[in-house]
């Protein structure tokens, strides 16, 4: 019920915000891009060894990264960084939109892609994927879609049979994502 009623909170502020924003749509493709935002959702223990690895590969191409994550705990053990933040549950309010100084921060910054990894809806990260400034979102498509330029359907993918089931998680979506950023061609 509570779910219900902070999603039915997040359409509204999403379509006041769309609504609003002055944003330049723009397809980035990957040999383009030079800066690039990723969402995440931190494991308790705040290792996030999948999310470093890409972090990881995609610095070793040449790219700026810059990634935040949420854990669903009062504290994080992890140090905010300007390139890596886990937000936590004390920076969102109660209907778990993160809080001025946190967007503030988020607002700070501009990048060419933001790549949402998570593979269920978390209200603190689709608060931020809507609010950052990126030139092109992607992330899969879910609910509230209206946030995201280039969406994956994942449904078709889980619903497989036992003897070809995939494993959706963050490096799944991350290749998925990458490899249409790398084949599609744009004019600029």
């Known amino acids: ?11 509204k502020r999403l379509k006041n915000q769309l609504k ?12 383009n ?12 223990a705040e290792k996030n060894v999948e999310v470093r690895r890409i972090i990881q590969k995609l610095t070793a191409d040449g790219k700026k990264v810059t990634a935040w994550g949420y854990t669903d705990k009062k504290l994080t053990s992890t140090p905010i960084l300007p390139d890596f933040r886990i937000i ?3 920076e969102i309010d109660f209907s778990q939109r993160p809080h001025e100084s946190v967007l503030s921060e988020l607002a700070e910054n501009k990048f ?7 593979e269920k809806e978390i209200f603190p990260l689709q608060y931020i994927a809507l609010y950052v400034t990126a030139d092109f979102k992607t992330g899969i498509k879910r609910n509230h879609s209206k946030i995201y330029d280039f ?13 070809n089931l995939v494993d959706i998680n ?8 990458i490899f249409y950023l790398k084949s599609i061609q744009t004019s600029d």
Do not use: C, H
């Open 1 to 11: 019920m509570f779910e219900k009623i902070i999603g039915l909170i997040f359409s």
């Open 20 to 31: 609003k924003q002055q944003r330049q749509q723009r397809f980035v493709n990957y040999n």
């Open 33 to 44: 891009a030079q800066s690039i935002f990723l969402l995440f959702e931190s494991d308790f």
């Open 88 to 90: 936590n549950k004390k």
């Open 112 to 118: 060419d892609v933001m790549i949402d990894l998570t």
């Open 151 to 163: 969406m994956m359907d994942m449904n078709g993918i889980a619903n497989q049979s036992e003897e």
């Open 170 to 177: 963050a490096t799944f979506i991350y290749n998925q994502i």
